[in-house]
């Protein structure tokens, strides 16, 4: 089939697959939930398999507060790439979310293990702690995430609530 009679669908190229994306992702950061999950589709409807689609439909999800269908996409996007630190913490977040924090605390170590020192990953880390009821744990994540973040109002935060509890 020569160049000229070929058909590509709008959008189904890597450039259009990438603006596709960003467009979501902006509709995303802006609030737009519903515009964004849309665009994630439109790319898993070319590329079915994409892990970083995969990864924000569950986000989109997880931020609607359904962290069930959040867990399974996000999972199907580390099927698809293993070492993929922003997934792996959002997995946990997810995952905490449903009351799961034992797997939670596992998936904030491995975005850790891929993202050493990362504060938000720590912060996310010492919540899944706390909740698991390991102080210890908790108290150190924070204290860590603080070593990188000093005066971050939300880490600070969960260092006093692991201190209250102690």
Same mark, same amino acid.
């Given at each position: 089939?020569?160049?000229? &009679?070929?058909? &590509?669908?709008?959008?189904?190229?890597?450039?259009?697959?990438?603006?596709?994306?960003?467009?979501?992702?902006?509709?995303?950061?802006?609030?737009?939930?519903?515009? +964004?999950?849309?665009?994630?589709?439109?790319?898993?409807?070319?590329?079915?398999?994409?892990?970083?689609?995969?990864?924000?439909?569950? #986000?989109?999800?997880?931020?609607?507060?359904?962290?069930? &269908?959040?867990?399974? #996409?996000?999972?199907?996007?580390?099927?698809?790439?293993?070492?993929?630190?922003?997934?792996?913490?959002?997995?946990?977040?997810?995952?905490?979310?449903?009351?799961?924090?034992?797997?939670?605390?596992? +998936?904030?170590?491995?975005?850790? +293990?891929?993202?050493?020192?990362?504060?938000?990953?720590?912060?996310?880390?010492?919540? +899944?702690?706390?909740? #698991?009821?390991? #102080?210890?744990?908790?108290?150190?994540?924070?204290?860590?995430?603080?070593?990188?973040?000093?005066?971050?109002?939300?880490?600070?935060?969960?260092?006093?609530?692991?201190?209250?509890?102690?």
């Amino acid at each position: 089939m020569s160049s000229r &009679t070929r058909r &590509t669908p709008p959008g189904a190229s890597g450039a259009g697959i990438d603006a596709r994306l960003a467009e979501a992702v902006r509709l995303h950061q802006a609030g737009r939930l519903a515009d +964004a999950e849309a665009g994630y589709r439109a790319v898993l409807r070319h590329q079915p398999r994409h892990p970083d689609a995969l990864h924000l439909l569950g #986000l989109a999800a997880y931020h609607r507060g359904d962290s069930a &269908t959040a867990v399974d #996409l996000i999972r199907q996007a580390l099927e698809r790439r293993p070492r993929f630190a922003a997934a792996e913490t959002n997995l946990g977040n997810a995952l905490l979310a449903l009351g799961r924090a034992a797997e939670a605390c596992e +998936a904030h170590r491995r975005a850790l +293990a891929l993202e050493p020192g990362d504060p938000m990953v720590l912060h996310n880390l010492g919540n +899944a702690c706390l909740h #698991l009821g390991d #102080l210890a744990g908790a108290e150190q994540a924070f204290r860590a995430a603080l070593e990188r973040l000093p005066g971050h109002p939300l880490i600070r935060l969960g260092l006093a609530r692991v201190l209250a509890a102690a």
